[in-house]
């Protein structure tokens, strides 16, 4: 992660080392912050910010949904994150906005802790390998379960949330995969520990649902569209553990994975990634990087650095 540069932190960019909280932050104690995983990229008409709405009206639902209120309007984080951009001089990268309640009055009742909010920019690579996004990846059905939705709201983008997905990131890799593949509490497919997963079988696509507590994915959006664009059917259903290793095709969607195959399921393999997962990946890498004419209106441009003062 490039240590350099500056974050906006409360409606103020501040240097990398200054982004400080107080110990007491109650976030920090109770995971009560809810955050964004966003990417920028390089297209023929400059820096573009993919879906950046749909990731401002996410952040905005996730907030809500824990009642937080965000003390800046959408389109304060939106300038503020052009401007992080534009400062930082990268091309490409990946932003993270976080909403968290900070320090205030301990004890679990948050509703009088400061809302605060910090956007970060910085450059990095596919989160699951660059060979991952060729070839595949080798995933491993977790021994933890996806939180369901009477204990947390999966539909929300929680940290606390994520302890979650680091115990099964953890799981799986020191068992040597390089992702985990979560159930959820009914034992049916859910997503993997940061990405939607789709299966392939007879041609037909499927991804688990709402009713199987996954996070609503924007890429998930984006992979049904450019799938049902590309004639392909699609449809969310409920998909149990053993289609994982009769599947002809897997693939996962996220913001920091992209669109990744997967080869291998608990030692069962898929395979090479197969052709409709090719094609998807290709127009979705088209999207990304503003080569896809057809999902312009996916790109929020960001104006060239040398506009900015100060
Ligand atoms: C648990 C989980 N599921 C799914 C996703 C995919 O969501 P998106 O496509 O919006 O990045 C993510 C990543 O944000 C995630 O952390």
């Not at 605060?116 to 990095?124: D, L, P, T």
């Not at 291998?264 to 197969?274: A, F, I, K, N, T």
């Not at 052709?275 to 060239?304: C, M, N, P, S």
């Amino acid at each position: 992660m490039n240590q350099v540069g500056l974050i906006w932190m409360n409606g103020e960019f501040v240097a990398h080392e200054d982004a400080k909280v107080h110990v007491l932050t109650h976030a920090l104690h109770y995971g009560t912050g809810v955050f964004e995983g966003v990417r920028a990229y390089e297209t023929p008409r400059g820096t573009a910010i993919f879906r950046h709405q749909d990731h401002i009206e996410r952040l905005f639902r996730s907030a809500g949904m824990y009642m937080m209120e965000i003390p800046y309007t959408r389109e304060e984080i939106r300038q503020a994150t052009h401007e992080a951009i534009q400062r930082s001089g990268l091309k490409s990268c990946y932003i993270r906005p976080l909403v968290f309640r900070g320090a205030g009055p301990m004890g679990l009742y948050p509703l009088d802790c400061p809302v605060e909010v910090a956007i970060a920019v910085w450059e990095w690579g596919s989160y699951l390998g660059d060979e991952g996004k060729q070839h595949g990846v080798r995933a491993r059905v977790s021994s933890w379960r996806r939180l369901p939705n009477d204990v947390v709201i999966p539909a929300a983008k929680a940290t606390g949330q994520y302890l979650n997905s680091v115990l099964a990131k953890i799981e799986a890799d020191k068992a040597g995969y390089e992702e985990a593949i979560l159930l959820d509490d009914r034992g049916m497919v859910c997503e993997g520990s940061g990405e939607n997963l789709f299966v392939v079988k007879d041609g037909v696509i499927a991804t688990p649902g709402f009713s199987a507590d996954i996070l609503g994915g924007i890429n998930r959006a984006s992979a049904i569209t450019i799938a049902r664009d590309l004639g392909y059917t699609v449809v969310e259903r409920d998909v149990a553990r053993s289609e994982l290793y009769l599947a002809e095709e897997v693939f996962l969607s996220g913001t920091a994975a992209e669109l990744v195959p997967v080869r291998e399921v608990d030692d069962h393999d898929l395979g090479e990634p197969g052709e409709i997962t090719r094609v998807i990946q290709a127009k979705f890498e088209d999207a990304l990087h503003g080569r896809a004419q057809e999902y312009a209106e996916w790109l929020d441009l960001v104006e060239q650095p040398s506009k900015v003062s100060g």
